[in-house]
């Protein structure tokens, strides 16, 4: 079966210091892989979506980057964050295979920017 | 501009009973609805999903109703257990590969026994 793995779990960090978040998907090949954010009282937003290796769509402009060196792993990063970036980070992988396909969500990063 | 909500931010249902949550969409381009359920400190779990080609779609004790026309979507449990007390969110994409989902803010839903 699949699962889908994030790390950490909370993360604290001061304003402008780097960031890099990782999640990794297992027992599927090819899926797309997404990153999400819900913001406090605010619902989820998607960030980033990426259909194969290299290939990243970003929905928002932001201070935030995504990468996918490789087929089942998806990084999100910062060279600088903000007070802003504070928020629930999700990552999410689908079947790359198939139309009307759920997303399956790893259980998320805390990040409160100090 | 919300393109999907859930009105009612909780529910309170006794366990046995029917609970039934609510979700309103605007944008009509959407061609597939899901729900999903949190809990505190965990990703939303997939629950179950309608393409908009059917009008319900049925599994185990969740059922979803699609009236297109209405533009809404409801999802009933039956019976309700204590252990569906969590918050449920309402999403809906057009359903293309990469696409987003488009979440509601969520209906927390407590059922007491």
């Known amino acids: 079966s699949q699962t889908i793995h994030q790390w950490p779990a909370t993360l604290v960090q001061p304003v402008g210091s780097p960031l890099s978040l990782e999640c990794t998907v297992e027992g599927t090949s090819n899926p797309n892989l997404y990153w999400y954010r819900q913001a406090a009282g605010r619902g989820l937003q998607l960030l980033f979506y990426s259909v194969g290796i290299g290939q990243i769509s970003s929905e928002v402009p932001q201070n935030l980057s995504a990468s996918r060196p490789q087929d089942r792993q998806f990084i999100l990063s910062s060279k600088k964050l903000l007070l802003s970036d504070s928020g629930f980070y999700l990552c999410a992988w689908s079947s790359g295979k198939k139309l009307n396909q759920p997303q399956h969500f790893g259980d998320g990063t805390r990040l409160s920017i100090l | 501009d919300q393109q999907v909500k859930q009105n009612s931010p909780s529910l309170s249902v006794q366990e046995g009973r029917i609970s039934i949550l609510n979700c309103d969409y605007t944008?009509?381009?959407?061609?597939?609805f899901l729900w999903y359920k949190k809990y505190p400190a965990e990703g939303p779990t997939f629950l179950i999903s309608?393409?908009?080609?059917?009008d319900k779609n049925e599994d185990g004790r969740f059922t979803v109703f699609l009236n297109k026309s209405a533009k809404h979507l409801s999802l009933h449990i039956v019976p309700s257990q204590p252990g569906d007390s969590a918050v449920y969110f309402c999403a809906a994409s057009v359903g293309q590969a990469g696409t987003a989902l488009i979440f509601g803010k969520g209906t927390t839903l407590s059922v007491s026994s």
């Open positions: 309608i393409s908009s080609i059917k």
């Open positions: 944008n009509s381009m959407f061609d597939y």
